[in-house]
């Protein structure tokens, strides 16, 4: 038997989300979007059956990058699905997997391999996660193998609510939707919590209004780094404001259709080209190392002499190698580690800029890619010939520079963004903005389809 059959018969087995028999409104779209996001945010705050956590500053970045929240039962987030995506599409693009995903039975095994593993992915997460300690205390061997149960069934879950939103039932995709939901409820808790935190409100608003009628005007402004503060609050508004800037700078090629006159419109090439991603990766890459320090801090008796790469405290790196790599205190104490704020920024721009040149490599978004799909998609650019060295050359005159300039922008703006304690991180604001547009786009198509009869099919839905 075949590999690729082995990896279909296995899909086949895992539970699977069906697609809609017939296309649903609008409104029942949003009922479904609406019930997901509403059982995602209720497990993100349902606590592991008796996990004393101890780790979630080490794991910050993951709980944004991964929609996760440590100790509950989204402990997970979309890890699995994310990692298992990334590493199908990394395969396909790098051509380690020949795949034609033009062609029913490469997408079928496309598919099947993406879902195959991913529920591997959710089985060795679960169990590496408990038995490595990292998430927190879990006493007995009994008490381990109920908190694994929980972590893949929830993960399950997960997987599943993402199948059914990607399948029809709902709006766009359960991981954007999920990362948008965790996103802007850490934002929304940064700005609005009253919920008292060692004798103060934790939400800049309702603690400035508590100052503000005590007559504690100074408090507003040296408010300390570990809450919520003016500056954050500042940050984030002027944050949002220059991502939303740059998400509509972009280089227009005019294009027009071999195959039906009259038909024109332009390929865009935004500045933000490789959007997020070399920013997730480093920080995947940065929360990676942090993770398996902290496997090695637990057990440092297997693994001794392990000052030079790191020292830590409650979970907290406090030393060594990966203490320059990590972020600092917000501002002003990072004015007190301004070593630690050098080395970090420089590390998350240069290799921001590295990942944004890998990665444009290996998904398909280079010169000779895009080139070759817009031909494939029976378009050319007016006054060049519809040959792929033609229009290659000239996207390789926009395309390189944009994606370097894209990974440095990008960089910059995590490493600012952390320094300034912008609510939801930099990268949070750059995925929350990202996919509320996404979202906007489609709330537009949707219902311009139901408006008018038939358009559906030219805006290629479901």
């Given at each position: 038997m075949k590999g690729k059959d082995v990896i279909n018969r296995v899909a086949g087995i895992l539970p699977e989300v069906p697609k809609p028999a017939r296309k649903p409104g609008l409104t029942e779209k949003l009922i479904w979007t609406g019930l997901a996001v509403v059982l995602y945010l209720v497990m993100a705050q349902i606590p592991l059956y008796k996990v004393i956590t101890s780790t979630q500053s080490a794991l910050f970045f993951y709980q944004i990058i991964f929609a996760a929240n440590i100790g509950t039962l989204m402990t997970l987030g979309i890890g699995p699905i994310v990692t298992a995506g990334l590493i199908t599409q990394v395969l396909v693009g790098s051509d380690l997997l020949r795949l034609d995903l033009s062609n029913a039975e490469d997408q079928k095994l496309f598919a099947s391999l993406t879902k195959v593993l991913t529920f591997l992915f959710i089985i060795v997460e679960a169990v590496f996660y408990v038995v490595s300690g990292v998430i927190g205390t879990v006493g007995s061997p009994t008490i381990a193998a109920i908190v694994i149960i929980q972590l893949i069934v929830a993960s399950l879950i997960v997987f599943l609510l993402d199948q059914m939103i990607q399948k029809g039932w709902g709006l766009g995709s359960g991981i954007s939707l999920f990362i948008l939901a965790g996103i802007s409820m850490q934002i929304m808790l940064d700005v609005f919590s009253p919920i008292p935190v060692s004798g103060q409100f934790f939400g800049y608003i309702p603690f400035a209004i508590n100052e503000s009628i005590h007559r504690a005007f100074s408090s507003l402004i040296s408010r300390a780094s570990s809450y919520p503060s003016l500056i954050g609050f500042i940050s984030t508004i002027i944050f949002i404001l220059v991502i939303l800037y740059l998400e509509g700078v972009r280089i227009e090629i005019p294009i027009s259709s071999s195959k039906f006159r009259g038909y024109s419109?332009?390929?865009?090439?935004?500045?933000?080209?490789?959007?997020?991603?070399?920013?997730?990766?480093?920080?995947?890459?940065?929360?990676?190392?942090?993770?398996?320090?902290?496997?090695?801090?637990?057990?440092?008796?297997?693994?001794?002499?392990?000052?030079?790469?790191?020292?830590?405290?409650?979970?907290?790196?406090?030393?060594?190698?990966?203490?320059?790599?990590?972020?600092?205190?917000?501002?002003?104490?990072?004015?007190?580690?301004?070593?630690?704020?050098?080395?970090?920024?420089?590390?998350?721009?240069?290799?921001?800029?590295?990942?944004?040149?890998?990665?444009?490599?290996?998904?398909?978004?280079?010169?000779?890619?895009?080139?070759?799909?817009?031909?494939?998609?029976?378009?050319?650019?007016?006054?060049?010939?519809?040959?792929?060295?033609?229009?290659?050359?000239?996207?390789?005159?926009?395309?390189?520079?944009?994606?370097?300039?894209?990974?440095?922008?990008?960089?910059?703006?995590?490493?600012?963004?952390?320094?300034?304690?912008?609510?939801?991180?930099?990268?949070?604001?750059?995925?929350?903005?990202?996919?509320?547009?996404?979202?906007?786009?489609?709330?537009?198509?949707?219902?311009?389809?139901?408006?008018?009869?038939?358009?559906?099919?030219?805006?290629?839905?479901?």
């Open positions: 419109a332009t390929y865009p090439i935004k500045l933000l080209y490789v959007s997020n991603i070399p920013v997730i990766l480093v920080s995947a890459l940065i929360a990676d190392a942090q993770f398996f320090f902290l496997i090695l801090a637990k057990n440092a008796s297997l693994v001794p002499h392990l000052s030079w790469l790191g020292t830590e405290v409650n979970g907290t790196i406090t030393g060594g190698l990966l203490y320059y790599i990590t972020s600092p205190p917000p501002y002003p104490a990072a004015l007190l580690h301004p070593l630690q704020v050098v080395t970090y920024s420089a590390f998350v721009i240069v290799l921001s800029v590295v990942f944004a040149r890998m990665w444009v490599d290996v998904s398909g978004m280079s010169a000779e890619k895009a080139a070759e799909n817009l031909l494939g998609s029976d378009l050319q650019v007016p006054g060049f010939r519809t040959t792929r060295s033609s229009v290659s050359t000239l996207l390789q005159r926009y395309i390189p520079t944009v994606t370097l300039f894209s990974g440095l922008l990008i960089g910059i703006l995590a490493a600012t963004s952390s320094i300034l304690n912008v609510f939801g991180t930099g990268i949070g604001l750059l995925l929350a903005i990202d996919i509320s547009i996404s979202y906007y786009q489609m709330l537009a198509q949707e219902q311009m389809a139901s408006m008018i009869p038939g358009l559906g099919g030219i805006l290629g839905e479901r």
